[in-house]
């Protein structure tokens, strides 16, 4: 079953704009991951939150993480036109196997 | 380092027909990982090898469902026999040892469908 449930399910932006996706789950978590997936390059890890971990960066990408709420962002700022994707989360649960379990995903369009 | 592999690309066949598919991981890594993706949904876990163990194989459809993994570096995926809804990607992943946090590194993926 899915973990994660993610919002917007689409999103259509201009190069250049922001871009943010949320990400709810349910159960606990020992890290939440963010992938990538695009014809081109498959699936892809982007960035890795632990959840002792309220806040990371890399490059363009910020993401959040709510333990409390059970939630995570992540923001892609200036946006170009190879962001065009679909972006998921997924949750690791910590029972040491490093099973994941991915939401349904957000596709992003970003506009020349 | 290679990446993930794996063969075919693409399979095209009939229901209640007979797919294989192969996977070889990223070398030293222990940890294998298939994985379904219906179009428009997340991919959804089938099974886990650790080495040629069996980990975590709850959400394969046993019936028509097997993996092996014999030697602790390649594996295959077998449907027998297909149905109509198996049409999907099909996802290998390897994650390095260890208990720590590790990302998956995926293959380009096994399209199948079945008519």
């Known amino acids: 079953s899915q973990q994660g449930e993610e919002d917007p399910q689409a999103l259509s932006i201009q190069e250049g704009e922001n871009a943010t996706m949320n990400c709810s789950y349910k159960?606990?978590?020992?890290?939440l991951q963010w992938y990538r997936q695009n014809s081109g390059r498959g699936l892809v890890h982007l960035i890795l939150?632990?959840?002792?971990?309220r806040e990371k960066h890399s490059g363009r990408l910020r993401v959040t993480l709510d333990t409390s709420k059970k939630s995570s962002s992540l923001l892609i700022t200036a946006s170009r036109a190879a962001d065009t994707a679909s972006y998921f989360c997924a949750t690791d649960a910590g029972m040491n196997t490093g099973k994941l379990i991915f939401g349904q995903g957000t596709t992003l369009q970003v506009k020349p | 380092e290679a990446g993930v592999a794996q063969s075919p690309r693409y399979k095209i066949i009939e229901k209640r027909q007979s797919v294989a598919f192969w996977c070889n991981p990223i070398s030293g890594h222990a940890t294998l990982y298939w994985y379904q993706q219906i179009l428009g949904q997340g991919p959804k876990l089938l099974i886990q090898?650790?080495?040629?163990?069996?980990?975590?194989d709850s959400q394969l459809p046993k019936d028509r469902f097997s993996a092996e993994r014999l030697k602790g570096v390649d594996s295959t995926l077998k449907i027998q026999p297909a149905k109509l809804e198996d049409s999907a990607v099909y996802l290998c992943?390897?994650?390095?040892?260890?208990?720590?946090?590790?990302?998956?590194?995926f293959g380009p993926g096994t399209r199948l469908t079945v008519t």
């Open positions: 090898f650790q080495n040629n163990g069996v980990v975590d």
């Open positions: 992943a390897s994650r390095r040892p260890g208990t720590g946090f590790y990302e998956q590194y």
């Open positions: 939150i632990r959840s002792n971990e």
């Open positions: 159960t606990s978590i020992n890290n």
